[in-house]
């Protein structure tokens, strides 16, 4: 499961997906500074879904005599299942850090009235109702959901000069890896003749699961942001007529960038693309089938963790390039026999559903799944009664909620699942940094959790949550604070797989363990546990096990010893206990 405050950013950035980047390695013009006073003006955005216009934004950056910037927009949106009405200010020195941002209207359709001012470490936010206080690291950049111009301050924190991955400091203790990675040289679109091509300096921006491709033009000035897989575009209304050919390409690289999920030369299985309906939405996925073996074979449907994840729930750190959890798993268990189906969650990657994600839970995603098992049943190639799910993470919570209501399913496999409340594994992950943080007072970290706490009551009780981050307004977030995984488990009653890491602080080791005892006290006989030392949530070798040594970790794949574990245990619980019936 990925950290909370991960999850609100992504929830900023409308729920965006891994890009498989690589990055361009050529060698790069020099490009013009982005900070500068070049950056000043008024200027309009743009703003459209798959080609239609959903939105406006004016805005005016103004250069503050003595260094640092003020500004102030006012935007203007219709998006999938809500509005925006809302004015703001902003006032940075002039590293382009924050000093003071205000907002008032209509976001997601709750009232925003707030003021938030930054000095030394520490957030004022201000309502109507009162004022309240969050720590930050100092001169981190900040952004709103669905307003634009702000992001011009991010983008300027880059050193073109330097040019490679540089860490971007983000409110509140976040970081965003940019990289300049192209130029692109385009003409205009239905231009009647042929101008001098216009260059654009592209920039991709990599913040956990969510890519975002920014490109600025020759003074520096931010022209158009691309959250390319929804089709979003925010362009500056003088280079409209460049946003067509700029995204044009972009998906040329893309396309030269597309994962490869065909089967390795000469493999023992077949990869098959496959198309699954469900209501009004399709998800795409690739589907292994061994090459030899009797027919009807077994086979496993992957669930993958929370934010939406393309099928082998890559993660974006360029030091785990290479990780792919559910490839390997998906190889490894067709190698032997056990064919696999895993597809890219709804609204990513080649799925559809974009537009149900403002209102999807975890539930709604069990549903999916449910989907994918339907379809694997009208395959007569596979056999209905040997099925198994094997979830990481949120795909941990799914796979119960499923075998708990079919009883036809025969397995389930749960890689860090969680085995507490969802409201006490947010209070973790929210607290933890605070722990970790050797600069807060004793007095400071108990007021920020006794805040966090505040924060999720709130959430749980049906308070007013218009001052919170908007992760906290979405369904997903209530509907996961307030289950219980351990009344669920206690329901299931095929045989259960429970792998997890030893050092894992994102889904603790302890939460294996209630899984299991809960399980085996209502009744069920077969249930194993595995835990593996020195293991993190990804189940890579760790010494803290924490989130922030992701990006410093060695090794990208799964090890044989928890691969082998998982397939043969499955081997094992799906092979025929009896001969197959014609079908």
Same mark, same amino acid.
């Not at 499961?1 to 929830?11: A, E, H, W, Y």
């Given at each position: 499961?990925?950290?909370?405050?991960?999850?609100?950013?992504?929830?900023f950035?409308?729920?965006?997906l891994?890009?498989?980047?690589?990055?361009?390695?050529?060698?790069?013009?020099?490009?013009?500074?982005?900070?500068?006073?070049?950056?000043?003006?008024?200027?309009?955005?743009?703003?459209?879904?798959?080609?239609?216009?959903?939105?406006?934004?004016?805005?005016?950056i103004?250069?503050?005599?003595?260094?640092?910037?003020?500004?102030?927009?006012?935007?203007?949106?219709k998006?999938?299942?809500?509005?925006?009405?809302?004015?703001?200010?902003?006032?940075?020195?002039?590293?382009?850090?924050? #000093?003071?941002?205000?907002?008032?209207? #209509?976001?997601?359709?709750?009232?925003?009235?707030?003021?938030?001012?930054?000095?030394?470490?520490?957030?004022?936010?201000?309502?109507?109702?009162?004022?309240?206080?969050?720590?930050?690291?100092?001169?981190?950049?900040?952004?709103?959901n669905?307003?634009?111009?702000?992001?011009?301050?991010?983008?300027?924190?880059?050193?073109?000069?330097?040019?490679?991955?540089?860490?971007?400091?983000?409110?509140?203790?976040?970081?965003?890896?940019?990289?300049?990675?192209?130029?692109?040289?385009?003409?205009?679109?239905?231009a009647?003749?042929?101008?001098?091509?216009?260059?654009?300096?592209?920039? #991709?921006?990599?913040?956990?699961?969510?890519?975002?491709?920014?490109?600025?033009?020759?003074?520096?000035?931010?022209?158009?942001i691309?959250?390319?897989?929804?089709?979003?575009?925010?362009?500056?209304?003088?280079?409209?007529?460049?946003?067509?050919?700029?995204?044009?390409?972009?998906?040329?690289t893309?396309?030269?960038?597309?994962?490869?999920?065909?089967?390795?030369?000469?493999?023992?299985?077949?990869?098959?693309?496959?198309?699954?309906?469900?209501?009004?939405?399709?998800?795409?996925?690739?589907?292994?089938?061994?090459?030899?073996?009797?027919?009807?074979?077994?086979?496993?449907?992957?669930?993958?963790?929370?934010?939406?994840?393309?099928?082998?729930?890559?993660?974006?750190?360029?030091?785990?390039?290479?990780?792919?959890?559910f490839?390997?798993?998906?190889?490894?268990?067709a190698?032997?026999?056990?064919?696999?189906?895993?597809?890219?969650?709804?609204?990513?990657?080649?799925?559809?559903?974009?537009?149900?994600?403002?209102?999807?839970? #975890?539930?709604?995603?069990a549903?999916?799944v449910?989907?994918?098992?339907?379809?694997?049943?009208?395959?007569?190639?596979?056999d209905?009664?040997?099925?198994?799910?094997?979830?990481?993470?949120?795909?941990?919570?799914?796979?119960?909620?499923?075998?708990?209501?079919?009883?036809?399913?025969?397995?389930?496999?749960?890689?860090?699942?969680?085995?507490?409340?969802?409201?006490?594994?947010?209070?973790?992950?929210?607290?933890?940094?605070l722990?970790?943080?050797?600069?807060?007072?004793d007095?400071?970290?108990?007021?920020?959790?006794?805040?966090?706490?505040?924060?999720?009551?709130?959430?749980?009780?049906?308070?007013?949550?218009?001052?919170l981050?908007?992760?906290?307004?979405?369904?997903?977030?209530?509907?996961?604070?307030?289950?219980?995984?351990?009344?669920?488990?206690?329901?299931?009653?095929?045989?259960?797989?429970?792998?997890?890491?030893?050092?894992?602080?994102?889904?603790?080791?302890?939460?294996?363990?209630?899984?299991a005892?809960?399980?085996?006290?209502?009744?069920?006989?077969?249930?194993?546990?595995?835990?593996?030392?020195?293991?993190?949530?990804?189940?890579?070798?760790?010494?803290?096990?924490?989130?922030?040594?992701?990006?410093?970790?060695?090794?990208?794949?799964?090890?044989?010893?928890?691969?082998?574990?998982?397939?043969?245990?499955?081997l094992?619980?799906?092979?025929?206990?009896?001969?197959?019936?014609?079908?």
């Open positions: 499961m990925r950290s909370l405050m991960l999850t609100v950013i992504l929830t950035l409308l729920h965006t891994l890009l498989a980047q690589q990055g361009n390695k050529t060698q790069l013009p020099p490009a013009a500074p982005l900070l500068s006073t070049a950056l000043c003006g008024k200027g309009v955005f743009l703003t459209s879904i798959a080609g239609t216009p959903v939105g406006r934004e004016t805005f005016e103004k250069c503050v005599a003595g260094g640092g910037y003020a500004a102030s927009g006012q935007t203007s949106a998006l999938p299942g809500a509005s925006i009405e809302v004015e703001t200010t902003m006032e940075l020195d002039k590293a382009a850090s924050p #000093t003071k941002f205000t907002s008032k209207g #209509t976001m997601m359709g709750s009232p925003v009235d707030q003021t938030i001012t930054f000095a030394d470490g520490k957030a004022t936010i201000r309502t109507k109702e009162g004022a309240q206080e969050m720590l930050y690291e100092k001169g981190a950049a900040f952004i709103m669905n307003v634009q111009y702000p992001m011009t301050f991010v983008a300027a924190q880059y050193d073109t000069s330097r040019g490679g991955v540089q860490s971007i400091k983000l409110f509140p203790n976040l970081s965003v890896n940019m990289e300049r990675t192209a130029r692109d040289a385009v003409q205009p679109a239905g009647v003749a042929a101008p001098k091509p216009s260059a654009f300096d592209r920039y #991709t921006l990599q913040l956990g699961q969510a890519t975002l491709i920014l490109w600025a033009d020759a003074q520096g000035r931010l022209a158009a691309s959250l390319p897989k929804q089709k979003y575009v925010a362009v500056r209304e003088e280079y409209a007529s460049f946003a067509e050919p700029l995204q044009a390409a972009l998906a040329s893309m396309k030269e960038l597309k994962p490869d999920y065909s089967a390795p030369p000469d493999a023992p299985f077949t990869a098959e693309e496959v198309k699954i309906k469900v209501r009004d939405y399709q998800l795409a996925g690739t589907l292994l089938l061994p090459r030899s073996g009797a027919r009807p074979f077994p086979v496993v449907v992957t669930s993958t963790g929370s934010g939406q994840q393309t099928r082998d729930e890559p993660v974006p750190y360029p030091n785990l390039r290479e990780y792919k959890i490839r390997q798993i998906a190889e490894h268990l190698a032997r026999g056990i064919a696999v189906l895993r597809v890219d969650d709804r609204g990513v990657g080649d799925s559809t559903g974009f537009e149900t994600l403002e209102r999807a839970t #975890t539930f709604d995603f549903d999916d449910r989907a994918q098992i339907a379809y694997l049943r009208t395959r007569r190639e596979l209905p009664k040997r099925i198994a799910i094997v979830g990481h993470s949120e795909g941990g919570i799914i796979a119960p909620l499923v075998a708990a209501s079919d009883p036809q399913l025969a397995a389930i496999a749960l890689l860090a699942g969680t085995g507490k409340r969802g409201d006490e594994v947010l209070l973790y992950q929210m607290n933890r940094p722990e970790l943080n050797a600069a807060l007072s007095e400071e970290k108990a007021k920020a959790r006794a805040e966090n706490e505040r924060i999720i009551r709130t959430v749980i009780e049906g308070g007013d949550t218009s001052r981050p908007s992760l906290f307004h979405y369904p997903w977030t209530k509907a996961f604070m307030t289950y219980d995984p351990i009344q669920t488990i206690r329901k299931v009653h095929q045989p259960i797989l429970i792998v997890q890491g030893a050092i894992d602080r994102q889904v603790t080791a302890d939460q294996a363990e209630l899984l005892k809960a399980a085996r006290e209502a009744g069920n006989a077969d249930v194993t546990l595995r835990i593996f030392p020195g293991l993190n949530h990804l189940f890579l070798p760790a010494t803290t096990g924490d989130e922030s040594e992701y990006a410093s970790l060695e090794t990208s794949r799964i090890g044989d010893d928890v691969i082998k574990t998982i397939g043969d245990w499955l094992f619980k799906l092979q025929r206990s009896e001969p197959a019936k014609g079908r």
